[in-house]
Every structure is written in C-alpha cells, then in structure tokens.
C-alpha cells in the first residue's frame, strides 16, 4: 500500500467509497450519495489524498478549510474514509499521518475533526494520530429519523 495525491482521475473511486459510508452508516450525515463530480470538485478544493495498492483504491483523506472566516487560515478540518475491505489494516493511520505531516508542512497550527460521537472506529483513529477531545453538539445533527450527536477533537501542529 501506499499513499499518493489525489488525482481526478480517483474521483470514482473516492465517490463509491464515501457512498458506501453514506449508504450504510452515520460516519457522513448526508442524506443522498454523492456524483462522480461532487468528489471531483472535492478533490480540487483539498489536500486530498489516496492509499492504494495494486491499483486499487483502498481509502481517501483530505483536509481544507475549517471555517471562511480568514480569522481560522490556520486551522483545518480533516477528512477521512476507507473503503469496507481495507478496514482495519492500517490504511486510516496511514493516510491520516500523511495529512498530518503535509499539513504541517504547508504552515496550519491546528487540525479539527467532527466526528460523530458513536464512531469508535473514527474517534480510536483519531485518538491514536493525537487529536484530543474538545467537547460534544449534542443533537445537532440527523439521519434516519435519528438526532446525532458531534464529537469535535483538535490536534495541536504547531506550538503557536
């Protein structure tokens, strides 16, 4: 396996792994799937990277803009999704350690990532590269009919 830029050409397969989180589970609290063009437009807008292996994509990562605000250009939100046959084979820390080191390196001081507050598989990833707990939203967000709660956590990049 290895991690490598996003390339739109890996927007299909970016699509089919965040539908597949859409589709059957609260990782993603949108209600429909996503285009092929939605992903492509997600990947021009992020530092948005791939693992792949054998020329198969197995999870995606990016980060952008937390807020608009230019009061928050040091702060990213992060992103991060792995498709159902490579869960659990390192693939989330591997991507997450390269948005971690590239945001670091473009000059970001802090890294958020929402997460809701039941995805233990999320929050152990997240745990694990750093990031800790800032607080819960409670009932902030839906999905089939249910209210979610968000977990946020922050890791430091910088000590600035």
Request: with cysteine; hydrophobic share 45%.
């Amino acid at each position: 396996m290895h991690i490598r830029q996003a390339l739109e050409s890996d927007a299909a397969a970016i699509a089919r792994i965040f539908n597949h989180a859409i589709e059957t589970g609260i990782a993603s609290w949108l209600p429909e799937p996503v285009s092929v063009s939605n992903r492509l437009n997600w990947i021009r807008t992020h530092a948005a990277f791939v693992a792949e292996e054998d020329g198969v994509v197995l999870g995606f990562a990016g980060f952008g803009p937390w807020k608009t605000s230019p009061a928050y250009r040091f702060t990213v939100e992060d992103s991060v999704y792995i498709g159902p046959e490579a869960a659990g084979k390192g693939v989330g820390f591997a991507l997450m350690s390269t948005l971690i080191d590239v945001a670091r390196s473009d000059g970001y001081r802090r890294m958020v990532a929402s997460i809701e507050a039941g995805n233990e598989a999320s929050i152990a990833l997240h745990r694990k590269c750093g990031f800790e707990p800032i607080g819960i939203m409670p009932g902030v967000g839906e999905k089939w009919g249910r209210e979610l709660d968000l977990s946020v956590w922050m890791k430091r990049l910088t000590d600035l």
